[in-house]
């Protein structure tokens, strides 16, 4: 963290300007913290910084209020310079109660700064988190950070005392006294926040007031009181000009299929059946019904699959989503859509397993499953996104792929770019990629497995083109006539062509993109959510002068063709994944070199500073 | 939208042959199945529907083999899960005449839970179930409809898990349409056919199908000629309930809520049990009953209307059309909160 220290003119308190900062906004599942993260992360973009969050909240839909269980968080990093990740450590943590502090402290770095809410502090709540006493009464608390206590709850109350509200209602809204007060410590600027409550609102004034008067009495009590003696300044981020909206993976999942279904004129599909963290992609579809949308809430993952596949049949665009667990129980469908040579896009929103596991903690442990996790010889095209933002181009890519080329495309998403949200430069969907489809209305010479002799794809056939009858079905067919087949090498035929009808998908990737120096000591390949991490982690290693240099996969199968090729180029490669090693597994098969893991599972985002150490390590070896 | 496509005017004039497949029917000789796909084919013209429109889509089983057959779309899927991807399709097109084909173990076991619900949607699918109360294409172990203490061979000692009934279960899955008919009995499983198919909504046909191989002679209560004229209890709309040769007719009569046998004479004819399609609660009691203490009612206990799944979301689709016009995606995308950033930097 680099700072100037520059007195504000005519304040009597200095303002400090900062190139980042990580902060973590933390209490009780009822304490508002993703509202409070999400509108501090408004007002951050609206001060043209650059940022990237990590939303954190409890398993529990109605966790017991106090709990260490019921911690809720939304962490931000923002700057004035790129951010990839949301941080690895806090530059300052907001902990509304005992729970949250004992959960979180730890993550905070020596000499951060550490609000807290002192009315929470009380003997229910100490016990509840496992206190023994009281942790702010201990003195080195306050040595070791900048620790300032604060009765927001009965500053909140204060601020809004006459107005009519049951005290319920105005202990709610302390959440805003803390926004105003960490806005007031970051300068960040209240009118969205302001514009928020507004519309927020519109129907109940008295709400709009009272959230208004404790969000301007946090940031007049950072103004005024008299520990916070400097406020910061973090410059806008030097980002490509345009115009921007913050977006997390999930929505930006729903719209690049709502563009793919625009810009080919077809209809999506979407059958999905609710699961943690994939459910909100199957919500934000279902609001647009005036686009080319029919969601299928269907009874089991297995009828999402297969209602997805009965509308590709059908002409239309087959979608179905869901996490690790659901993408299990459609492994037969998938295998349907494989050898029926139908379109079709699963997205996995990759969650920690195995089973069950921690459906809110991310993880990106299914890259085999998707290569490899069906009965027989199943290959399907596999693309993953490296940001929230990336989750739209992602989404449209597999679409147009699976739809060129009538196969089943995966895209492996994770609840960290599923939850997180970045500001995203909105482009215009014209400049993406066209999307053409030609059914087949020509009866002469007709048979359901012609192939495309560029693409090996199968002709799409409406039901409903007259002369053009035909059955497909799961078993073996003869290639071109597609009927039933048992002949041995026919089989071996078909599984050659199913095989290279997706290793041809690699036509479509574009050269490989290094970032840094095009052979060297190390090359770091990363796919998924890791991205931010890997290149926060790279640059800073570039920066300290290391021949280290990083490439992102988007395409994990196939592979891109230039890959081989560039893993020769470095003496060393590793590769960082939440997993116990896949990618690795994958890419010392592919191409017999001697990649190195580096690997931690533990349902969180790997910490830039982690990925750093392990680049320098290996770059030192012999 | 009703599944006719091009509409009835421009149908052509079809035949039982145009809807006969090129492919080389595999069903064991003497197997039921031949007859239902005769009695279907036939059917076919008289849909008035474009042969274009019309796909057969089923799962696995000796039953599901039967869409390589037809001469119309067809998608051969996996087990059980035929009513889930014609929902899929059904959803995507409208305009399609759908039928589902299916087994007892493929609709009622694997498939059970997709089963419950496109009825409870009200899918427009006509779902032809083919109960031969055995599994035919594993070679013969028992099926969920086999009856208890069943000896096959994955039961040597006898099944030791009681039946479902296809009927009651229909009906307690909230179907809309719920007939059955039998292999052996052409006119009327044609009769049913063509009632079944033009049911808006989810209609579901039983038809009692003979496995001779390996469950032979399972429906002979309704195959010997005997014990058919002794059994047999038609079911027509309006009409009382009446069985047996015509010398000893019975009527099945409710006393209290419970359904009771008697000699047809001694019934006052205000206390007969009237045939109503449209009582709900009355095909429940209808699809319990079964010989040899009861009749074995074929035809159709229920026909009533309801929403149907598709529609309601066409609907709603059409109302957020004419409301606000189709969607934009560049409007989308710039929707809502959004913050420009000039060529400066910030
Ligand atoms: S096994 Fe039974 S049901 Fe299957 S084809 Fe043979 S006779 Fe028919």
Known sequence: MSETATPVTGGRKSRKELSRAVIRFAGDSGDGMQLTGEQFTTE?????????????????????????????????????????TPGDRLDCLVAMNPAALKVHLSDLKPGGLLIVNTAAYEKRNLDKAGYAQNPLDD??????????????????HEAIKDLPLNTKEKDRTKNFFALGLVSWIYTR?????????????????????????VLKAGHAFGETAEFFEESYGIAPAEMAPGLYRAMTGNRALAWGLLAAAQRSQLTVVYGAYPITPASSVLEELAMHKRFRIRTIQAEDEIAAVTAAIGASFGG?????????????????GIGLAVTAELPLVILNIQRAGPSTGMPTKTEQADLMQALYGRNSESPIVVLAPATPGDCFYVAYEAVRIALKYMVPVMVLSDGFLANGSEPWLIPDPATLPPIDVTFRTEKEGFFPYLRDPAT????????????????IGGIEKQDVTGNISYDPENHDHMVRTRAEKVRRVAQEIPPTSINGPATGDVLVVGWGGTYGAITAAVERAQADGKSVASIHLRHLNPLPPDLGHLLREYRKVLVPEINSGQLVRVLRAEYLVDAVGFNRVRGLPLASEDIYDAVIQLGSQK | MSPTGAGAAATPKYTKKDFESDQDVR???GCGDYAILSAIQKSMPDLGIPKENIVFISGIGCSSRFPYYMNTYGFHTIHGRAPALATGLKVARPDLKIFVVTGDGDGLSIGGNHM??????????????FNNRIYGLTKGQYSPTSELGKV?????LGSADRPVNPLAFALGCGATFVGRTVDRNIPHMDEMLKRAAAHRGTAFLEILQNCNVYNDLAWNVLYDKESKVLHELRLEHGKPLLFGPPDARQAVIMQGVTPKVVDAKGVAESALWIHDEKNVNAAKLLADLFAPDFPVPIGVLEDIAAPIYENVLIDQEQHALSDRGPGDIAKLLTSGDTWKISSEGG
């Open chain 1, 189 to 213: 600027p209240l009118e969205p926040t302001l514009d928020w409550i507004g519309k927020k609102f519109a129907k109940n004034p008295q709400f709009a007031e009272a959230n208004t008067r």
């Open chain 1, 139 to 156: 003195p080195a608390l306050a040595e070791r950070y900048r620790l300032h206590k604060v009765d927001m709850s009965g500053l909140t």
């Open chain 2, 152 to 156: 096959t061979k994955s039961t040597p």
């Open chain 2, 116 to 129: 419950l619900h496109v009825l409870r949607r009200n899918v427009d699918v006509t779902v032809l179930l």
């Open chain 1, 316 to 332: 239309a665009i087959g979608v179905t989503c869901s996490s690790g667990p659901g993408i299990a129980l459609k492994g037969e």
């Open chain 2, 27 to 29: 069903w064991c000789p």
């Open chain 1, 44 to 84: 951050s973009a609206w001060a043209g910084n650059d940022l990237a969050t990590l939303p954190n909240f409890p398993a529990e839909i109605r966790a017991p209020a106090g709990t260490l269980f019921g911690v809720s968080s939304f962490q931000l990093q923002f700057g004035s310079q790129r951010v990839y």
């Open chain 1, 456 to 471: 090996l794809a199968r002709p799409w056939v409406r039901p409903g083109t007259p002369g053009l009858e035909h059955r």
